[in-house]
C-alpha cells in the first residue's frame, strides 16, 4: 500500500510540475514589446523647421516603424526624408530613403514609412529636405535629429 501512495504521490508531483513548465513556455511566447527611440529634430540652415522623430522596432517582424513631425514648413509643400549613417553635421550615405512629409495648411506634416531591420543601435541620422525633390536647392536639409544621442 505505501509503494503504491508513493507511486500516486510521484505520478502527482510530475503531471503537475510538467503542467507549471507548460505554463512557463506558454509564457515566454509572450512577444517583447516594441523598442521606441524619440528624436528630436532640429533646424538647419536657417530653416526653422522643427519637429521629432520616433523609431519603433518591432523583433518579431525585424521591422522599424518611422513616424516624423514637423512644423514651420510653407504650407502645401513637399518633403524628402531619410536615415543617413553618420551625424548632422556630415553628409552620410542613405540607409533608408522614408516616405515625404507633406505640410497641411499651417505649416505642420507628419509620414510614417515601415523599413525593414532595425536602427536602434545605428550611428545615424533622420533629416527632412527642402523638396519636392532632390535637384539643387531642393536638396538643402532642413531639419536633422541624431538617433540615439537626444541632439
Given at each position: 500500500?505505501?509503494?503504491?501512495?508513493?507511486?500516486?504521490?510521484?505520478v502527482?508531483?510530475?503531471?503537475?510540475?510538467?503542467?507549471?513548465?507548460?505554463?512557463?513556455?506558454?509564457a515566454?511566447?509572450?512577444?517583447?514589446?516594441?523598442?521606441?527611440?524619440?528624436?528630436r529634430?532640429?533646424?538647419?540652415?536657417?530653416?526653422?523647421?522643427?519637429?521629432?522623430?520616433?523609431l519603433?522596432?518591432?523583433?518579431?517582424?525585424?521591422?522599424?516603424?518611422?513616424?516624423?513631425?514637423?512644423?514651420?514648413?510653407q504650407?502645401?509643400?513637399v518633403?524628402?526624408?531619410?536615415?543617413?549613417?553618420?551625424?548632422?553635421?556630415?553628409?552620410?550615405?542613405?540607409?533608408?530613403?522614408?516616405?515625404?512629409?507633406?505640410?497641411?495648411?499651417?505649416?505642420?506634416?507628419?509620414?510614417?514609412?515601415?523599413?525593414?531591420?532595425?536602427?536602434?543601435?545605428?550611428?545615424?541620422?533622420?533629416?527632412?529636405?527642402?523638396?519636392?525633390?532632390?535637384?539643387?536647392?531642393?536638396?538643402?536639409v532642413?531639419?536633422?535629429g541624431?538617433?540615439?544621442?537626444?541632439?
Open positions: 500500500m505505501f509503494g503504491k501512495t508513493v507511486v500516486a504521490f510521484l502527482t508531483t510530475a503531471v503537475a510540475v510538467g503542467g507549471s513548465f507548460a505554463s512557463v513556455g506558454a515566454s511566447q509572450v512577444a517583447a514589446a516594441p523598442q521606441v527611440m524619440h528624436v529634430m532640429r533646424a538647419q540652415a536657417f530653416s526653422g523647421v522643427s519637429g521629432t522623430a520616433t519603433s522596432y518591432n523583433a518579431a517582424t525585424k521591422m522599424t516603424t518611422v513616424k516624423v513631425s514637423v512644423h514651420n514648413l504650407p502645401g509643400s518633403h524628402p526624408s531619410h536615415i543617413h549613417a553618420g551625424v548632422c553635421s556630415a553628409n552620410g550615405p542613405v540607409l533608408a530613403a522614408l516616405a515625404s512629409v507633406t505640410a497641411n495648411a499651417k505649416g505642420s506634416g507628419s509620414a510614417t514609412t515601415v523599413i525593414p531591420g532595425s536602427f536602434m543601435h545605428t550611428h545615424a541620422y533622420v533629416n527632412v529636405h527642402l523638396g519636392p525633390g532632390l535637384a539643387l536647392t531642393q536638396y538643402t532642413l531639419t536633422c541624431e538617433l540615439g544621442t537626444g541632439k
